[in-house]
Each structure stands twice: as structure tokens, then as C-alpha cells.
């Protein structure tokens, strides 16, 4: 992800087949880990927090692991897509080219899920991080906390729905509702996870 935030920003409004929902999500994701690390940051070397500044500093070090791998994941969901772009291109005049083209669209389907998946559970991670900011970071950083764990939700549940405009297209069903199923586990366990973090900061 080389592209300066303007530059990300004005791809993302083009008619360009990607950066698109998915890679938005990631970059988002990322945003909500390092708001995190923020808090973490701001509360390393003050008085009032030496008894945890030994576990903030090891949360700051699994925020900044990943900060990194979501980056990656928005350059990941671009060149995840781009096959099934490529797919639907592909000629379907005899048997044969319609079984080729479906055997290719299928498997660039499994791997545009895949990424967003990957996308889920980051943010998952993120949100979990979120919640022990917001237990031990400083309370004047604390709302910034909150801001993470809305920022890795929503990054989730767009990656979600990422996930399913992609298995609506599968062939296999088995497959397709496996890979909704796993989308569905993430979103119940963390989802509330990240809500309970908004309305203890919200409410402080």
C-alpha cells in the first residue's frame, strides 16, 4: 500500500475495479489498531500507569504486528479480486469454455473470500486489543479506545458482507455456506465485544 491517503481515497472513488469495499475495510481496520496504539503510547511512561506499563508495552508491540498485516490485506483484497474480474471475461461459446470459465471463476470466488475472512479476524483481534486499551490505557486517551473499537467493527462487518457478495456466486453450496458460517461466528463474538467497549467509554 504505497498510495498516499488522497491517492488511496481517489481510486476508491474511480470506476476502477479496485481498491473497492474490501481493501477499505483493511485500510479502515488498520486505522482502528492504531488508534489503539495511540492510547497505548500515551500511556507508556506515565506515573499513574507504571503497574500496567509492562502489558501496554506488549500491546503496543501486537497492534503494530496488526496494523501491519491489515495493510497488507488492502493490497491483498486488490489482487484478490482482479481474477474474478478476469474470470467473467473469460469466453463461454462451447461446453468446454463454459466448464473452464466456471472451474476458474470458482476458485478466484473461494480466494475473494478468502481475504476478507482474513480481514474479519484481524479486526476481531483489533477489537480485543481495543478492550484492554480501554481497561488500562490513560482515561484522557480512553475515548480513543472506544473510536478503535467501532473502527475495527465496522472494518468487520463490511469485510463481512465482502465475504458474501462473493459465496452468493459459488457453485458449491457446501462451501459457500462453510465460509458464511465462519463470517457469522466472527461477527457474533465480537461485535458485542466492540459495543460493550463503546458503552463503557461512552458512559465513563
Same mark, same amino acid.
Given at each position: 500500500?504505497?498510495?498516499?491517503?488522497?491517492?488511496?481515497?481517489?481510486?476508491?472513488?474511480?470506476?476502477?475495479?479496485?481498491?473497492?469495499?474490501?481493501?477499505?475495510?483493511?485500510?479502515?481496520?488498520?486505522?482502528?489498531?492504531?488508534?489503539?496504539?495511540?492510547?497505548?503510547?500515551?500511556?507508556?511512561?506515565?506515573?499513574?500507569?507504571?503497574?500496567?506499563?509492562?502489558?501496554?508495552?506488549?500491546?503496543?508491540?501486537?497492534?503494530e504486528?496488526?496494523?501491519?498485516?491489515?495493510?497488507?490485506?488492502?493490497?491483498?483484497?486488490?489482487?484478490?479480486?482482479?481474477? %474474478?474480474?478476469?474470470?467473467?471475461?473469460?469466453?463461454?461459446?462451447?461446453?468446454?469454455?463454459?466448464?473452464?470459465?466456471?472451474?476458474?471463476?470458482?476458485k478466484?470466488?473461494?480466494?475473494?473470500?478468502? %481475504?476478507?475472512?482474513?480481514?474479519?479476524?484481524?479486526?476481531?483481534?483489533?477489537?480485543?486489543?481495543?478492550?484492554?486499551?480501554?481497561?488500562?490505557?490513560?482515561?484522557?486517551?480512553?475515548?480513543?479506545?472506544?473510536?478503535?473499537?467501532?473502527?475495527?467493527?465496522?472494518?468487520?462487518?463490511?469485510?463481512?458482507?465482502?465475504?458474501?457478495?462473493?459465496?452468493?456466486?459459488?457453485?458449491?453450496?457446501?462451501?459457500?455456506?462453510a465460509?458464511?458460517?465462519?463470517a457469522?461466528?466472527?461477527?457474533?463474538?465480537?461485535?458485542p465485544?466492540?459495543?460493550? %467497549?463503546?458503552?463503557?467509554?461512552?458512559?465513563?
Amino acid at each position: 500500500m504505497n498510495l498516499s491517503c488522497e491517492g488511496f481515497l481517489e481510486e476508491l472513488a474511480s470506476k476502477a475495479a479496485a481498491p473497492g469495499g474490501g481493501g477499505a475495510s483493511a485500510l479502515v481496520g488498520a486505522a482502528g489498531v492504531a488508534l489503539g496504539s495511540m492510547v497505548g503510547s500515551l500511556t507508556v511512561g506515565k506515573k499513574k500507569y507504571a503497574a500496567v506499563e509492562a502489558d501496554i508495552i506488549a500491546l503496543n508491540a501486537r497492534a503494530e504486528t496488526l496494523r501491519k498485516r491489515l495493510e497488507a490485506l488492502v493490497q491483498a483484497d486488490a489482487e484478490a479480486f482482479l481474477p %474474478v474480474a478476469a474470470a467473467y471475461k473469460l469466453p463461454k461459446e462451447t461446453p468446454e469454455q463454459q466448464a473452464h470459465k466456471a472451474a476458474v471463476l470458482e476458485k478466484a470466488l473461494d480466494r475473494a473470500c478468502a %481475504v476478507p475472512l482474513e480481514v474479519m479476524t484481524a479486526c476481531g483481534e483489533g477489537i480485543a486489543l481495543a478492550a484492554e486499551y480501554a481497561e488500562k490505557g490513560s482515561v484522557l486517551a480512553r475515548s480513543d479506545a472506544g473510536c478503535a473499537a467501532l473502527f475495527c467493527k465496522a472494518a468487520m462487518q463490511a469485510a463481512g458482507l465482502n465475504v458474501k457478495v462473493n459465496t452468493r456466486l459459488m457453485a458449491d453450496k457446501a462451501h459457500a455456506d462453510a465460509l458464511e458460517a465462519r463470517a457469522e461466528q466472527l461477527l457474533a463474538e465480537f461485535v458485542p465485544q466492540a459495543d460493550r %467497549v463503546y458503552q463503557t467509554v461512552s458512559n465513563e
